[in-house]
C-alpha cells in the first residue's frame, strides 16, 4: 500500500498490450529505467503484450502500418546509414520476407547504437523485481497454457493489475 | 581547478543508450558502501539529465557531473 505509508518508494504500473520488436521497447525501458530508481514496478502483460512473457522472444516489427518508421541501413558510412528510406506500402505488403528483413534491420542498428536487447531488457527487470503479471484472459483467448512463460512471472486479471495501479504514482498504457 | 574527487569504483557506460548508464550505475551502487563514490563514464548525450533524475529520485548525491573528451563524467556518492 504505496499511498498509505509516506516512506514507500515510488510505483510504476504499466500495461504492455503490443507484441512486436518496437513496440516492446517502452515498456521494458521505462520498468528497468523506474527500477534502477528504486520505485516499485509492475507491468500487465495483455493481448499481444502478452507474447513478450515467452521464454523465447521472437518480436518482429512491420514497417506496414507504421508509416513514420525511418528505414535505415546498419552498415555503412555514416551518410548512408542515416537515409531514411523510403518504403512503398505496395512494396512493403508484396515482398514476401520483407517484414523479416524490417526486423533484423531494425536489431542491428539498435545493436550498432548501442541500445540493449529486449531480452537484455527483460533479464534486467527480472533481477530488478518487476513484477510481471501476464492476462488470464488473453491466455484463454488465444490458446496459452502457464508453462509457455516465464517462471518468474505471475498469472493475474484486471482487478490483480488495478489493485496495484490504484497506489501507483504513475500509470501508463502502452 | 576544483577539488579532486578521489572515486572508490569506476563505472565505464560508454557506448550504451537509455536506459543501460542508469541501471548500471544503480547495480554498482547497490554492491558499494554508504558514503563510497562512484566514477561513472557515459556518451549517451540523454546521461546528464537522467543521472540528476535519477540522483534525485534516488537520494544517492551527484557530487560533480563534467565533459571530458567528449565523454560525460559523473561522481555519485551512496548515501
Given at each position: 500500500m504505496s499511498k498509505s505509508d509516506p516512506n514507500a518508494p515510488k510505483r510504476l504500473a504499466l500495461i504492455a498490450s503490443k507484441g512486436t520488436l518496437d513496440w516492446a521497447y517502452p515498456p521494458f525501458i521505462l520498468a528497468t529505467a523506474a527500477g534502477a530508481m528504486g520505485w516499485e514496478v509492475g507491468v500487465f502483460f495483455t493481448f499481444?503484450?502478452?507474447?513478450?512473457?515467452?521464454?523465447d522472444l521472437s518480436a518482429s516489427v512491420s514497417p506496414l502500418g507504421n508509416p513514420a518508421m525511418p528505414m535505415k541501413m546498419p552498415f555503412g558510412p555514416e551518410g548512408f546509414q542515416n537515409i531514411a528510406w523510403p518504403m512503398p506500402n505496395l512494396l512493403m505488403a508484396n515482398v514476401p520476407g520483407f517484414e523479416a528483413l524490417a526486423t533484423t534491420l531494425m536489431k542491428q542498428t539498435f545493436k550498432n547504437k548501442g541500445v540493449a536487447s529486449i531480452e537484455e531488457l527483460r533479464d534486467m527487470a527480472v533481477e530488478l523485481d518487476v513484477r510481471m503479471i501476464g492476462c488470464q484472459m488473453t491466455m484463454d483467448v488465444f490458446g496459452?497454457?502457464?508453462?509457455?512463460?516465464?517462471?518468474e512471472c505471475e498469472i493475474g486479471g484486471a482487478a490483480t493489475f488495478l489493485e496495484y495501479a490504484a497506489d501507483a504514482d504513475v500509470q501508463l498504457f502502452i | 581547478m576544483t577539488d579532486v574527487i578521489k572515486e572508490d569504483q569506476v563505472l565505464d557506460c560508454s557506448g550504451m543508450l537509455c536506459p543501460m548508464p542508469v541501471v548500471k550505475a544503480s547495480k554498482a551502487m547497490k554492491e558499494m558502501q554508504a558514503g563510497q563514490i562512484l566514477k561513472m563514464i557515459a556518451t549517451?548525450?540523454?546521461a546528464p539529465p537522467d543521472m540528476e533524475a535519477w540522483s534525485r529520485q534516488t537520494g544517492n548525491e551527484l557530487l560533480r557531473s563534467m565533459t571530458e573528451n567528449g565523454k560525460f563524467i559523473f561522481y555519485l556518492k551512496k548515501k
Open positions: 499481444y503484450g502478452l507474447t513478450l512473457l515467452k521464454p496459452f497454457k502457464r508453462e509457455d512463460f516465464i517462471k | 549517451d548525450p540523454g
